[in-house]
């Protein structure tokens, strides 16, 4: 999956979850989909927790890395 794909399963709708990134047709956040990630389980372990599919959290991760790479990063001055 392209990254640019992640529109065709990424929902915002200020009704679901505050409007937060959601699975399309599902409440669960995209944030919720990282931080699984990020905890340690598998691909395969999120799609079975969260009832979704492989493409899913491809989608997620698609999300994820256009936001991060529209964010600026400013160091901060050493002491």
Known sequence: MCNADWKDRINI???IQG???V???TRVPV???VGALAGGLSI???CREYVIVD???RAALGYATEVLSDEIVR???SR
């Open 75 to 77: 160091a901060l001055p």
């Open 31 to 33: 944030e919720v989909i």
């Open 13 to 15: 709708d200020s009704s």
């Open 19 to 21: 409007g937060k990134p």
């Open 44 to 46: 395969e372990d999120v």
């Open 23 to 25: 699975i399309k047709g």
């Open 55 to 57: 493409e899913d959290v």
